[in-house]
């Protein structure tokens, strides 16, 4: 098979980069030059792994892409930029029929969804990229059909640890709330305690120092009514690598869909895991 073209946007983001590294090295993919990127960029052009890419600010993106289209025609772009930016970008790709990957969390989502749905593209969404942690929300999402209100009495709690420059609440710990409500237990996003202060992070949670610019720390425990049982569930990430392996399988299975010629449609990745038998 014919490498696939990509464009990853939200360099010199450090998700972002280090995608570009991991794609750079994948004989899967042809990586384009260009990256969207925020109007607060102040420079033209970042280095990754020895390769200059382009950064293309807001105002310069209609003129840009006619550019790289000439090169590259069809691509798949891959969206690690700021919660922001999500829907504004949203809709740039679907304008100019441009499949895409959505890793970046926040925005308004349903919006999200719309654009894509009214548009002749697909698309994965997706709050998280990491495939472990997307298996786990597809066993929470099996007991919470199976066994409704099975912690009927429980009270919840969630806390999240991200590193300083993750501005929004953990989108994986939102989609968990749902699980989690259906299971009998009410709790809102809002109760999730969020993390963002390195020296507690270090000093309380315990998280590596070489670690503290870039994890996802998660703990959801249930307490009995009368506190006589605990059930806690901890899934901990050091580092970005495993975002950039589960991003990069979403690539290839959106590829197949583009091929396939399915337009409007939005996929997860539970629906890339499925595919690759994983």
Known sequence: MAPIPIMINGIPGKVAVNLTEHALSDERFTVIPFSLTGPEIEA??????????????????????????????????IDYTHPAAVNANGKFYCTHELPFVMGTTGGDRDE?????????????????????????QAMMAYAA???????????????????????????????????FNR??????????????????????????????????????????????????????????????EGSLDAVCFLHDQVSAGVKGRIFSMMDVLKKKGA
């Open 44 to 77: 033209d052009t970042h280095m990754v792994a020895s390769v200059a890419f382009h950064l293309i600010k807001p105002g310069q993106r209609d003129e840009q892409l006619r550019v790289v289209q000439k090169q590259y025609n069809r691509f798949i772009s």
């Open 145 to 179: 059909e199976t066994f409704p209100d099975l912690f009927k009495g429980y009270t919840l709690s969630i806390r999240e640890s991200h590193q300083k420059g993750k501005a929004d609440t953990s989108g994986t710990a939102k989609a968990m709330v749902g699980y």
């Open 183 to 244: 299971l009998g237990v009410p709790f809102s996003a809002d109760d999730i305690i969020m993390e963002r202060d390195p020296e507690k992070q270090q000093k309380v949670w315990g998280i590596p120092a070489e670690y503290l610019g870039g994890h996802g720390w998660h703990t959801y425990t249930l307490v009995s009514a009368d506190q006589t049982v605990v059930f806690e569930f901890t899934h901990n990430i050091n580092g970005r690598d495993i975002y950039a």
């Open 112 to 136: 999200l969804a719309r654009t894509v749905l009214n548009s002749n593209i697909p698309a994965v969404i997706a709050p998280n990229m990491a495939k472990q942690i997307v298996g786990f």
